[in-house]
């Protein structure tokens, strides 16, 4: 087997059909000597921020001196993105290996009436035999979706962690923020801490409730952010307040209120597991916020013209990217190439850039998973919104720097995966 066969394997179109219940992927790991309980994690789960919370706490634990694996997704550019020991994707000869050593456990128990493993099941086993294999000292993962039944949740994590809670994936989760809050709650354990951000009134209250019945210590507001101080187009300066006093002039190569957010809720878990045998200092938390590499979020890929790219995929990441844009940006139009994948809310997306009367240039990202351009197209004229369909990213990027006059922005946004392809174009990975 080679690199692309191994992807091919993994990215089979049987594999994406979500089923919920942790039976299958315990069976999985059991078979493969049960790396995950090798190794200490932080499990991270909620709606939005999660990934960026995970690569700052995994930046901050690699600047203090520990090796620290890393699982996140969707990918940007590779699926390696996926497996990393800090910034160090897993390469494709030993994911090769790994893929091979999987495919007759996985077929095995496609035999059985567990069925066989899903696209992020395999990517979940992949990633902890991996970490096992390399003996890291902690690994940090985000949680795919939802949380209770999450292939993830077969960890036994030092705390867990939940960001802001929204609306996403309401066809397995749910239709209101107390299901969906219900789900997310799923991922704490008893007696151990869960670190939690700022949330609605009916997700907390949730939240709070099942801590409370699980006796795990929940933490609230531990950190206060102040900012920001002062930003540019690399980022921005800001002021996190925890248990050990101010942490000043921390520089943040993120941009948008919500990554300010995110520092803080990933201070807050640093704060937690610091007397876990996980020390770190003020200089780790600084050097490692400010050297953190996280391409795809509100990334600049051109000055000129004005070329921006987020993975934005949901109403929630949807609305801070466009405060963020508001915030960050000025321009006289704004030109959006748009796809969006097909279980998301397309409306609730658009809905956040209505104000800026943009141009929207329709596309969908190679995948196939999207909603068609057209598709896209109908969903921007029930709204008011102007916009023409492209068959693809690089299409519609050209077409959007062809049309750019002096003062517009163009936006690339409404996947990770259409980020994705407008980001190979500037920077190939592979």
Same mark, same amino acid.
């Given at each position: 087997?080679?690199?692309?066969?191994?992807?091919?394997?993994?990215?089979?179109?049987?594999r994406?059909?979500?089923?919920?219940?942790?039976?299958?992927?315990?069976?999985?790991?059991?078979?493969?000597?049960?790396?995950?309980?090798?190794?200490?994690?932080?499990?991270?789960?909620?709606?939005?921020?999660?990934?960026?919370?995970?690569?700052?706490?995994?930046?901050?634990?690699?600047?203090?001196?520990?090796k620290?694996?890393?699982?996140?997704?969707?990918?940007?550019?590779?699926?390696?993105?996926?497996?990393?020991?800090?910034?160090?994707?897993?390469? /494709?000869?030993?994911?090769?290996?790994?893929?091979?050593?999987?495919?007759p456990?996985?077929?095995?128990?496609? /035999?059985?009436?567990?069925?066989?493993?899903?696209y992020?099941?395999?990517?979940?086993?992949?990633a902890?035999?991996?970490?096992?294999?390399?003996?890291?000292?902690?690994?940090?993962?985000?949680?795919?979706?939802?949380?209770?039944?999450?292939?993830?949740?077969?960890? /036994?994590?030092?705390? #867990?962690?939940?960001?802001?809670?929204?609306f996403?994936?309401? /066809?397995?989760?749910g239709?209101?923020?107390?299901?969906?809050?219900?789900?997310?709650?799923?991922?704490?354990?008893?007696?151990?801490?869960?670190?939690v951000?700022?949330q609605?009134?009916?997700?907390?209250e949730v939240?709070?409730?099942?801590?409370?019945?699980?006796?795990?210590?929940?933490?609230?507001?531990?950190v206060?952010?102040?900012?920001?101080?002062?930003?540019?187009?690399?980022?921005?300066?800001?002021?996190?307040?925890?248990?050990g006093?101010? +942490?000043?002039?921390?520089?943040?190569? +993120?941009?948008?209120?919500?990554q300010?957010?995110?520092?803080?809720?990933?201070?807050?878990?640093?704060? #937690?597991?610091?007397?876990?045998?996980?020390?770190?200092?003020?200089?780790?938390?600084k050097?490692?916020?400010?050297?953190?590499?996280?391409?795809?979020?509100?990334?600049? !890929?051109?000055?000129?013209? !004005?070329?921006?790219?987020?993975?934005?995929?949901?109403?929630?990441?949807?609305?801070?990217?466009?405060?963020?844009?508001?915030? #960050?940006?000025?321009?006289?139009?704004l030109?959006?190439?748009?796809?969006?994948?097909?279980?998301k809310?397309?409306?609730?997306?658009?809905?956040?850039?209505?104000?800026?009367?943009? !141009?929207?240039?329709?596309?969908?990202?190679?995948?196939?998973?999207?909603?068609?351009?057209?598709?896209?197209?109908?969903? #921007?004229?029930g709204?008011?919104?102007?916009?023409?369909?492209?068959?693809g990213?690089?299409?519609?990027?050209?077409?959007?720097?062809?049309?750019?006059?002096?003062g517009?922005?163009?936006l690339?946004?409404?996947?990770?995966?259409?980020?994705?392809?407008?980001r190979?174009?500037?920077?190939?990975?592979?």
């Amino acid at each position: 087997m080679n690199y692309q066969e191994a992807l091919k394997f993994l990215e089979s179109p049987s594999r994406f059909s979500p089923r919920l219940g942790l039976e299958r992927i315990g069976a999985f790991l059991e078979a493969l000597g049960s790396p995950q309980e090798t190794f200490p994690s932080i499990l991270i789960g909620g709606t939005s921020g999660k990934g960026s919370s995970c690569k700052m706490i995994e930046s901050v634990l690699k600047e203090a001196g520990f090796k620290v694996g890393l699982f996140t997704k969707p990918h940007l550019q590779t699926y390696r993105e996926r497996i990393a020991i800090g910034d160090d994707l897993i390469s /494709k000869e030993e994911l090769t290996s790994l893929v091979e050593e999987i495919v007759p456990i996985a077929e095995n128990i496609g /035999k059985t009436e567990l069925g066989f493993p899903t696209y992020f099941e395999m990517g979940v086993a992949l990633a902890f035999k991996y970490f096992a294999q390399k003996k890291v000292d902690i690994a940090v993962v985000e949680v795919g979706m939802g949380g209770r039944f999450d292939a993830t949740n077969v960890l /036994k994590p030092i705390i #867990c962690g939940i960001t802001e809670i929204g609306f996403d994936h309401e /066809k397995y989760l749910g239709n209101t923020l107390s299901q969906i809050a219900f789900e997310k709650a799923g991922i704490i354990k008893p007696g151990t801490p869960v670190v939690v951000s700022r949330q609605e009134e009916e997700a907390m209250e949730v939240l709070m409730r099942v801590a409370e019945e699980r006796g795990a210590p929940l933490l609230q507001g531990a950190v206060q952010a102040e900012g920001p101080l002062s930003f540019s187009l690399a980022g921005q300066t800001i002021n996190l307040k925890g248990q050990g006093g101010v +942490l000043e002039e921390i520089f943040l190569p +993120l941009l948008g209120e919500h990554q300010i957010s995110n520092a803080a809720f990933a201070l807050a878990c640093l704060q #937690c597991i610091k007397e876990m045998g996980f020390s770190w200092t003020e200089g780790d938390f600084k050097r490692g916020v400010a050297g953190l590499r996280w391409p795809g979020r509100i990334e600049i !890929l051109s000055q000129s013209p !004005l070329i921006v790219i987020d993975g934005a995929h949901n109403p929630s990441k949807a609305g801070a990217l466009s405060r963020a844009i508001k915030e #960050c940006f000025q321009f006289k139009r704004l030109i959006i190439v748009m796809g969006v994948s097909r279980d998301k809310d397309l409306k609730g997306i658009l809905l956040k850039f209505k104000d800026f009367e943009p !141009l929207i240039l329709a596309s969908a990202a190679s995948s196939g998973r999207g909603f068609k351009p057209a598709e896209i197209v109908e969903g #921007c004229q029930g709204l008011g919104i102007p916009a023409r369909e492209f068959p693809g990213v690089s299409t519609a990027l050209q077409e959007a720097i062809g049309i750019a006059r002096e003062g517009d922005l163009i936006l690339v946004t409404g996947s990770i995966y259409v980020a994705g392809e407008a980001r190979d174009l500037y920077f190939k990975v592979e």
